[in-house]
């Protein structure tokens, strides 16, 4: 499928999720969270596909926020609905996802560009990055999970910090709050974020996926976590990749993992 604001590329098993709107500083517009709802769906679907990487297209934002023009018209009705479909049709896709994604983020990443970083799985950043929420200083919240993923990332009292004063963290601060994993140069972003993929995608693949589910269930206040560990551990016993990985640690040799 041909995207209008999306570059797709695949690398051996990573697929490479790079929003081309550089001249709007990869804002989020509606084409462009449709053609990511579609593009994370196709990946997650496609079994030639270990995990991804997103980024955005140039050295000043990875998404520098939301299309603020499109918000003019809306209503609470209109906003809700907005907020509602970005959560169930790009944001929990992400991070619901059954395999790793990694957000390179590489410059500003604001409002929904940050809640975009927060849905994905690791976050890996270049030191000119810079993050906020700055949705107060135009009468707005966060409406893409930015509120909870943020809350689960750095602590209530930090992130009550970031979202009432709107101020952008840099890329060291945001490594010391918990915000992102990694702080790289520039040069370095996008070759960090692929050799910690191929080091994940050397796993197996089921697990991966189960620990994506597990660790997802620790902050979800409906599902008690322990109960889903328990289960999932349990299922991993009959996969061939856990027979393997049993076999091969035994043996003293490298597992080779199938996903099955």
């Known amino acids: ?28 517009n509606k084409t462009t969270l449709a053609e990511l709802h579609d593009a994370f769906t196709q990946a997650f679907r496609d079994k030639a596909v270990g995990g991804i990487i997103i980024t955005g297209a140039g050295p000043k934002a990875f998404v520098a926020g939301a299309d603020i023009a499109e ?41 929904g560009g940050l809640e975009l970083a927060m849905a994905c799985h690791i976050r890996i950043a270049s030191d000119n990055a810079k ?34 004063t709107a101020d952008m963290v840099t890329a060291a601060d945001a490594y010391q709050y918990g915000l992102v994993n990694h702080v790289v140069t520039q040069g370095e972003l996008l070759p960090k974020a692929e050799e910690m993929m191929t080091k994940i995608l050397s796993r197996a693949p089921l697990s991966i996926a189960a ?16 109960e889903v560990e328990i289960t999932e551990f349990g299922k991993c016993f009959d996969t061939a990749d856990m027979k393997e990985g049993v076999t091969a640690f035994l043996e003293k040799r490298k597992a080779d993992f199938k996903g099955e």
Do not use: C, W
């Open 1 to 28: 499928m041909a995207f209008e604001n999306l570059i797709i590329e695949d690398k051996g098993r990573i697929r490479y999720i790079t929003i081309n709107r550089e001249s709007k500083l990869n804002a989020l």
């Open 71 to 111: 918000f003019a018209s809306l209503d609470a009705e209109g906003g809700t609905a907005l907020s509602r479909n970005g959560h169930t049709k790009v944001f929990d896709v992400i991070a619901n996802g059954s395999k790793p994604v990694i957000a390179a983020v590489n410059g500003f990443a604001l409002g």
């Open 131 to 164: 993050m906020g929420l700055p949705e107060v200083t135009l009468g707005l919240i966060p409406g893409y999970g930015g509120t909870q993923r943020l809350t689960a990332l750095v602590g209530k009292g930090k992130a009550l910090e970031i979202i009432m």
């Open 211 to 226: 620990a994506i589910k597990t660790v997802n269930a620790a902050s979800d206040p409906s599902t008690n976590g322990f």
